[in-house]
């Protein structure tokens, strides 16, 4: 309810003949935010009541109303501008407050209506994009230049364009898809599901080329001897000048892994990169990032890149940390109950295609357990 003195105030301002007192206690008041809300209201109903009084042209009922509302003198000349002035201070005043409500509003609308199941693209001024990975579409900067263009499941930075500071764009790939991403340097970079890129659209001349990496991706770095490429994971750095290699960074392996197919890459730590601090990896072998550690071994590389081409390779790994990954790649919720068994330890290899059924089927072979699929949940017991 708006207290008797500040609803004789609003009907004096709208009537332009509030003192500046009236409109200065007003002016406080409205700063809450509730009554912000009671003052848009009576706001509305005034217009509405004026509009009605115009179209039926009642005049002297509407010389009457404002004729109670002007009812105390009007303000001596010499405070006519002052009291404009405050009139324009609280009409800003409530405007802003509107133009937040409205902007709040519509953030809050498009993110609702953001299916979590669609691959994204964030831009430099946080406007996001879904990415329908059967269409085709544009993709432009803040000043409408085209900078890229996606066709269906690849999405495409030109080389060609030139700018004079670093803008980012941000995609989002979600549980049960993969997409390829080529950058403006002609690197392409294959993004495994529930993984995230951020990167420049274009690379400025003579500097390193960077990017953020969460999750899984394959790259094929373009070689750029004057522009070293340098991958962020977590704490880790990748830093490579042209080559092959797989990054995994899942919170379930609790580490980084970096696996060379070919050329050479420097794995570091630090904020500057160091030749003679850096552990050097060969083609064919592993990095492993722990605790601020960094070890090595030999391994066969199509173990951690088959999937790819839709393999699911698992080995000695526990089945809680299995779950998570089947519930990536199937997009599915898998809630398992049976303690003993998320602690055990499998190696097997699936084919993306095989059902949920089939998989299940083969680790029953080792250890008996049962579950039950409701839609997109499976439940283990």
């Not at 072998?285 to 999937?307: A, K, Q």
């Amino acid at each position: 309810m708006i207290p008797s003195d500040i609803e004789k105030g609003i009907q004096r301002y709208l009537a332009n003949t509030a003192s500046e007192k009236e409109l200065k206690d007003l002016g406080e008041w409205v700063k809450d935010p509730s009554n912000e809300k009671l003052f848009k209201e009576y706001v509305l109903l005034h217009h509405a009541i004026n509009t009605g009084l115009n179209e039926i042209d009642d005049r002297p009922g509407k010389d009457r109303l404002f004729r109670e509302i002007g009812k105390k003198d009007a303000p001596a000349p010499r405070l006519k501008n002052r009291i404009l002035f405050k009139l324009v201070a609280v009409f800003l005043v409530v405007l802003g407050l509107a133009y937040l409500y409205y902007q709040n509003f519509s953030h809050n609308e498009q993110q609702q209506f953001i299916d979590p199941n669609q691959i994204t693209l964030q831009l430099e001024n946080g406007n996001i994009m879904v990415i329908d990975e059967e269409g085709k579409r544009k993709i432009t900067d803040a000043k409408g230049n085209e900078v890229g263009v996606q066709k269906g499941n690849t999405l495409s930075y030109g080389s060609g364009q030139e700018s004079e500071e670093l803008v980012y764009n941000q995609l989002n790939i979600p549980n049960g898809k993969q997409f390829e991403l080529e950058l403006a340097d002609g690197s392409t970079v294959f993004l495994n599901s529930g993984s995230s890129i951020k990167y420049p659209v274009s690379f400025l001349p003579g500097k390193t080329r960077e990017i953020s990496l969460e999750g899984e991706a394959y790259f094929k770095v373009e070689k750029d001897s004057a522009s070293p490429f340098v991958v962020n994971v977590g704490d880790l750095r990748v830093r490579v000048l042209g080559t092959e290699f797989n990054l995994s960074s899942y919170p379930e392996d609790n580490d980084v892994t970096a696996v060379l197919v070919e050329g050479s890459v420097g794995l570091y730590n630090k904020e500057v990169y160091r030749a003679e601090t850096a552990t050097i990896m060969k083609p064919g072998f592993r990095g492993v990032y722990s605790n601020g550690n960094i070890t090595l071994d030999e391994v066969d590389t199509t173990l951690y890149t088959s999937w790819k081409t839709g393999k699911l390779v698992f080995r000695s790994m526990q089945f809680k940390n299995i779950v998570k990954k089947l519930e990536r790649a199937y997009n599915v919720r898998i809630v398992n109950n049976n303690k003993e068994l998320g602690e055990q330890y499998f190696s097997a290899s699936f084919d993306k295609d095989e059902l949920m059924e089939q998989i299940f089927a083969s680790f029953r072979t080792s250890y008996r357990f049962t579950y039950m699929i409701e839609n997109d949940k499976i439940t283990i017991n």
